[in-house]
């Protein structure tokens, strides 16, 4: 066949010497090229990728095609454009900004490449951990700690790409080998610039390190209680109740105070307290309370006390403790006890409840001094 034949070293010299006749050209030329080239090769491997796929799962190509797909859809122009320019550089000799434009957009897209690769193997690591149970203690710190360290390599991936990304330009390239080379003058530059983010960054490896928090810890800072949704490098995303979230410095998990119901376990008491009349009959309602939650799926099974905790000139406080598994069950199984508490006094002892009681006395009887009084007036 006649293409069979075509001579592929004779067309590449005449593209090659028409470059130099047309170096204004060159560059949108070879651009152009490229594109095509990488759209062709995102084509291909979008296909493959898709056949694998129909013949059975693959949890692999698929997390890459869903978060590396359009960082690989940049990255294949910039490569073959890269190759290109390399191969014409005679060519572009009068022209470099082609190729110094080819390795800026090769460096960005390796940059974005690798970050996203990174979640990939992320997301590898840490499949089948489900962090939603608070009983999984050890599985919420495995979490948290390969999501920081992902975290943090993308930093360095970023700052090393953006320090070879300055050795493209004459005026950027002292700037990038020192940042490259002299630990000293960035940790300089570092300590009077960006204190704080040195600050959150060496917080959030103590973090990572000592476990403080974990990703779905339950917390209550600031007056309100939620869960640890993301700990970033700089910051700590809250998961309000409402969903609200709250986003607090990583320092202020350092710096200050705050409760962490989830430390060590996630197994919580859950006091109920009642206000009831003297009358109450506190045996009854002892028996009451147990009969409900014994076997309640809320409970489980290690704490019940019913006791009168105060007494008050009106009131007695009878205070329900009780535990459960987490926090949010906890929250649920006092409600429930709150509830069908109040429903049993007002229906089986509603004396019980709280009242208030006015005495009427009548004043001609209410002492016999003040009745004889009355009767025999002193004489003027």
Not at 206 to 227: F, K, M, P, S, T
Not at 264 to 273: I, K, N
């Given at each position: 066949?006649?293409?069979?034949?075509?001579?592929?070293?004779?067309?590449?010299?005449d593209?090659?010497?028409?470059?130099?006749?047309?170096?204004?050209?060159?560059?949108?030329v070879?651009?152009g090229?490229?594109?095509?080239?990488?759209?062709?090769?995102n084509?291909?491997?979008?296909?493959?990728?898709?056949?694998?796929?129909?013949?059975?799962?693959?949890?692999?190509?698929?997390?890459?095609?869903?978060?590396?797909?359009?960082?690989?859809?940049?990255?294949s122009?910039?490569?073959?454009?890269?190759?290109?320019?390399?191969?014409?550089?005679?060519?572009?000799?009068?022209?470099?900004?082609?190729?110094?434009?080819?390795?800026?957009?090769?460096?960005?897209?390796?940059?974005?490449?690798?970050?996203?690769?990174?979640?990939?193997?992320?997301l590898l690591?840490?499949?089948?951990?489900?962090?939603?149970?608070?009983?999984?203690?050890?599985?919420?710190?495995?979490?948290?700690?390969?999501?920081?360290?992902r975290?943090?390599v993308?930093?360095?991936?970023?700052?090393?790409?953006?320090?070879?990304l300055?050795?493209?330009?004459?005026?950027?390239?002292?700037?990038?080998?020192?940042?490259?080379t002299s630990?000293?003058?960035?940790s300089?530059?570092?300590?009077?610039?960006?204190?704080?983010?040195?600050?959150?960054?060496?917080a959030?490896?103590?973090?990572?390190?000592?476990?403080?928090?974990?990703?779905?810890?339950?917390?209550?800072?600031?007056n309100?209680?939620?869960?640890?949704?993301e700990?970033?490098l700089?910051?700590?995303?809250?998961?309000?109740?409402?969903?609200?979230?709250?986003?607090?410095?990583?320092?202020y998990?350092?710096?200050?105070?705050?409760?962490?119901?989830?430390?060590s376990?996630?197994?919580v008491?859950?006091?109920?307290?009642?206000?009831?009349d003297?009358?109450?009959?506190?045996?009854?309602?002892?028996?009451?309370?147990?009969?409900?939650?014994?076997?309640h799926?809320?409970?489980?099974?290690?704490?019940?006390?019913?006791?009168?905790?105060?007494?008050?000139?009106?009131?007695?406080q009878?205070?329900?403790?009780?535990?459960?598994?987490?926090?949010?069950?906890?929250?649920?199984?006092r409600?429930?006890?709150?509830?069908?508490?109040?429903?049993?006094?007002?229906?089986?002892?509603?004396?019980?409840?709280?009242?208030?009681?006015?005495?009427?006395?009548d004043?001609?009887?209410?002492?016999?001094?003040?009745?004889?009084?009355?009767?025999?007036?002193?004489?003027l």
């Amino acid at each position: 066949m006649e293409w069979m034949d075509f001579n592929w070293t004779d067309a590449y010299t005449d593209f090659s010497r028409w470059l130099r006749q047309n170096k204004e050209f060159s560059g949108w030329v070879l651009f152009g090229i490229s594109i095509v080239a990488g759209l062709l090769i995102n084509f291909l491997v979008t296909q493959i990728v898709r056949f694998i796929l129909r013949r059975g799962q693959h949890e692999v190509l698929g997390l890459l095609r869903l978060h590396v797909r359009n960082a690989f859809y940049v990255f294949s122009p910039t490569l073959c454009f890269l190759i290109l320019t390399n191969l014409q550089r005679r060519a572009l000799i009068r022209h470099p900004i082609a190729t110094t434009l080819a390795e800026i957009f090769f460096i960005v897209a390796c940059i974005w490449l690798a970050i996203r690769i990174l979640k990939v193997v992320e997301l590898l690591l840490i499949r089948g951990y489900d962090t939603s149970q608070d009983t999984q203690l050890h599985i919420r710190k495995y979490v948290t700690q390969i999501k920081f360290v992902r975290r943090l390599v993308a930093t360095g991936v970023v700052v090393i790409g953006f320090s070879i990304l300055l050795l493209s330009f004459q005026g950027g390239r002292k700037v990038g080998l020192s940042i490259l080379t002299s630990a000293g003058i960035v940790s300089v530059v570092i300590g009077f610039a960006a204190q704080r983010t040195l600050a959150n960054l060496l917080a959030g490896i103590q973090i990572a390190l000592n476990q403080q928090i974990r990703v779905d810890d339950v917390v209550v800072v600031e007056n309100e209680w939620g869960r640890i949704e993301e700990i970033n490098l700089t910051n700590v995303v809250v998961r309000l109740w409402d969903r609200r979230r709250l986003i607090l410095p990583i320092t202020y998990f350092v710096e200050k105070p705050f409760q962490n119901w989830t430390r060590s376990q996630a197994s919580v008491l859950g006091a109920v307290m009642l206000y009831l009349d003297y009358r109450v009959p506190v045996d009854k309602l002892r028996h009451k309370c147990r009969e409900l939650v014994e076997d309640h799926p809320l409970w489980d099974g290690e704490v019940l006390t019913v006791q009168v905790t105060d007494t008050m000139p009106d009131c007695i406080q009878v205070r329900v403790l009780v535990s459960a598994r987490n926090s949010g069950e906890a929250f649920d199984l006092r409600c429930l006890i709150r509830e069908a508490m109040i429903e049993y006094l007002r229906e089986e002892h509603p004396e019980s409840l709280p009242q208030t009681r006015l005495q009427f006395v009548d004043a001609s009887t209410s002492s016999p001094d003040k009745k004889e009084a009355q009767e025999n007036p002193p004489a003027l």
